[in-house]
C-alpha cells in the first residue's frame, strides 16, 4: 500500500487539504476505558500515516461525574498501552489549554456569537417546568423534546425575564421540522458510512450553555474541534446521532466542518455492547492482571479488521500461518492499516483471543524478558511490599508466605459452595447478596474505610451479620474461610481485580445453576 507522508493530506478525492490533525477527547468520568485506548490507537495511526498530529484533549466540563484521579489513569494507561500524542494537557502544544475545564471563557465567548446571529437562544424554564413537559410527552406516546415557550419568545419577553434575573440556559436553535427541503434537516458524510441524514423533528434544541455556565459537551467539543484546528474527527458510533447538531453548530458559527469517521462499537461476543458488566472494561485491570502492552495494542488494532492481510499467494509462498497473522506492532499498523477496509459489523472484544495473544506474546520473550515482566507487575516490589504487612503476623516460618497469600498471585479463585455459603442463607438468598455487594463496591472507592461504609449500608437493608457478608466477601477473595485481614487485602488487590473476580464468581454460580436446571 502506497502511504502518504507528506504534510498535506489526501482527502480520497485528490485533493491537498491542511495538515492532518486528529485527536481523542476523554471524559475523566472513572476508569480508562478499553473504548478510549481502541479509538485513541486508531487516531494516533490515522495521524501518523499522514505525518500528521495526534491531539488529546481532556473533556471535564461535567463536573458532576468528574472523578479527580481519572486524568492521571488516562495519561498512564494510554501511554502503556503506546500511544503518544504530540499535543495536549500533560505535554502543551500551541493550541491549547487542552482541558476545556480551563477554557470555560471562551466558550461563553462563542455562545455568544450564537445569541447574536439568532442560532440560539436563552431557555428560562425551569427544570421542574422541563419535567413536566417531558412526562406529558411521554404519556402521549411522543418522543420527549424540548418544546417550551422561551424558543419563541420575541425580544421583549427575553429581555424582560433575563432583567427579572430568572436563570436561564441557553439552547441550540434547531431550524423548524416542517420548514421545506434543505432545512428540515441536516445531511452529513461519515468516512466510512456514506451520507447520512436526520430529519429535525428527532433533533432537540440541545442545551449550549448550562445555568451554571458550564458548556455542555456538544459546544466545546466543536468549538475546541474548530480552535484546535482538527480536521478528522475520528470517534465512536454511539455519537452519530450527537453529530447532525455539531453540524449545525459549524454552520452557524461559518466554519468549514472536519471529515467525520464513526467507528464500530466494540462487542461483546454476543454483539451487545461491551460493558463491565459482561467483561472488564478498565485498562488498569488488564495491566494489573498482566496482559503484555504490545498484546493489547495488537488486539485493539484487530477491532474493525482495518489491518491489511497477506494475500492468499503471500501465505502459500511464504508458508504463512494464518493465524500468526493477527500479530502485528505498532510499526506494521503505520504501514499496513487501512481505514477504508474497516468493516463496520461491530468488532468483537473477544477475551479468550486477547489473551491467546498475550500467550503469543509471552511465549516470544526471553526468560530474563519474561522475568522483568513478571517483576514490574504482579510481582512488583510494590506490590510483594504492600502485601507483607498483611501477613506478618500469621507466619511462623518464611515458608509460610505463599501459603497465607496465594490469592493475591492466583489469576481465578473458585470457592466451593461450603465455603461461601452461610450456614442459615440459602443459595438464592446468597447469590442476591453478592450482585448487590458487587454494585456496592463497583460505586465505592477503594480504601478499607469506604468499603467498610458500603458493605455495612449493604446489612441492615439485606438482614446480614457482618461475619456473613465477610465470609461471602472472604471465600470469593481467597477461597478460604480464614484469610488476612480482608478489607486491607481487597485494598491491595486492587478494584478492578477484585470486581473482577467477584463478578467471576456471580457468573461461574448462574452458570452452575442453569445447568443444574437443565439437568433436573
Ligand atoms: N468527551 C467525549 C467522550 O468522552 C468525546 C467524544 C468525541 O470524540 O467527540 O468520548
Not at 53 to 58: G, K, N, S
Not at 252 to 266: D, I, N, V
Not at 423 to 445: G, I, S, W
Amino acid at each position: 500500500m502506497s502511504l502518504d507522508l507528506s504534510s498535506t493530506s489526501n482527502d480520497f478525492t485528490g485533493k491537498a487539504t491542511a495538515p492532518v490533525r486528529a485527536r481523542i477527547a476523554p471524559s475523566p468520568t472513572g476508569d480508562p476505558h478499553v473504548g478510549t485506548a481502541y479509538i485513541g490507537l486508531l487516531n494516533y495511526v490515522f495521524a501518523q500515516q499522514r505525518g500528521g498530529a495526534f491531539v488529546l484533549r481532556i473533556e471535564d466540563t461535567d463536573r458532576t461525574r468528574f472523578v479527580s484521579t481519572s486524568e492521571q489513569m488516562i495519561f498512564d494507561s494510554l501511554r502503556w498501552v503506546g500511544l503518544q500524542w504530540n499535543e495536549g494537557p500533560d505535554v502543551g502544544g500551541p493550541y491549547g489549554p487542552y482541558r476545556q475545564s480551563e477554557r470555560t471563557e471562551i466558550y461563553r465567548e462563542y455562545c455568544q456569537i450564537l445569541l447574536d446571529n439568532g442560532s440560539a437562544y436563552r431557555a428560562f424554564e425551569t427544570a421542574e417546568e422541563l419535567d413536566a413537559e417531558r412526562k406529558a410527552q411521554m404519556a402521549a406516546k411522543q418522543a420527549p423534546k424540548y418544546a417550551g415557550p422561551s424558543r419563541n419568545y420575541t425580544p421583549e419577553q427575553a429581555a424582560e425575564a433575563l432583567a427579572a434575573g430568572k436563570p436561564y440556559t441557553i439552547r441550540l436553535k434547531v431550524p423548524d421540522g416542517d420548514k421545506g427541503p434543505g432545512i428540515a434537516s441536516t445531511t452529513f458524510t461519515d468516512e466510512l458510512r456514506g451520507e447520512i441524514t436526520f430529519d429535525h423533528n428527532n433533533v432537540d434544541d440541545q442545551v449550549l450553555l448550562k445555568s451554571d455556565g458550564f458548556p455542555t459537551y456538544h459546544l466545546a467539543n466543536v468549538v475546541d474541534d474548530h480552535l484546535m484546528r482538527i480536521t478528522d474527527v475520528i470517534r465512536a458510533e454511539e455519537w452519530i446521532s450527537s453529530t447532525p447538531k455539531h453540524v449545525l453548530l459549524y454552520r452557524a458559527f461559518g466554519w468549514e466542518l472536519p471529515r467525520f469517521w464513526h467507528m464500530p462499537l466494540l462487542r461483546n461476543i454476543d454483539k451487545s455492547k461491551i460493558s463491565k458488566r459482561k467483561n472488564p472494561v478498565s485498562l488498569i485491570y488488564y495491566r494489573q492482571a498482566g496482559f503484555l502492552p504490545q498484546a493489547m495494542l495488537n488486539f485493539l488494532g484487530l477491532m474493525g479488521g482495518g489491518m491489511a492481510q497477506p494475500t492468499e499467494q503471500e501465505i502459500v509462498s511464504q508458508g504463512l500461518d494464518t493465524k500468526l497473522a493477527d500479530l502485528f506492532s505498532l510499526a506494521d499498523m503505520f504501514e499496513r492499516f487501512d481505514f477504508k477496509r474497516i468493516s463496520l459489523g461491530g468488532p468483537v472484544f473477544d477475551l479468550v483471543k486477547l489473551k491467546w495473544l498475550n500467550g503469543e506474546y509471552l511465549r516470544r520473550l526471553s526468560a530474563d524478558e519474561l522475568f522483568a515482566a513478571l517483576r514490574t507487575t504482579v510481582l512488583s516490589d510494590d506490590y510483594l511490599r504492600s502485601i507483607v504487612p498483611l501477613v506478618q503476623t500469621r507466619m511462623e516460618t518464611l515458608g509460610q508466605f505463599g501459603d497465607l497469600t496465594g490469592f493475591f498471585f492466583a489469576d481465578d479463585v473458585m470457592p466451593p459452595m461450603d465455603v461461601f455459603l452461610p450456614k442459615k442463607r440459602t443459595l438464592e438468598e446468597t447469590m442476591e447478596f453478592a450482585v448487590n455487594m458487587l454494585a456496592a463496591l463497583e460505586a465505592c472507592d477503594w480504601t478499607v474505610e469506604a468499603m467498610d461504609a458500603a458493605l455495612r449500608g449493604l446489612l441492615e437493608a439485606a438482614g446480614w451479620s457482618v461475619k456473613e457478608a465477610f465470609m461471602l466477601l472472604r471465600a470469593v477473595l481467597t477461597g478460604r474461610t480464614a484469610s488476612p485481614p480482608l478489607l486491607e487485602s481487597l485494598e491491595v488487590f486492587g478494584k478492578a481485580r477484585s470486581i473482577d473476580r467477584l463478578r467471576r464468581f456471580i457468573e461461574a454460580q448462574k452458570k452452575i445453576a442453569a445447568l443444574a436446571g437443565r439437568n433436573k
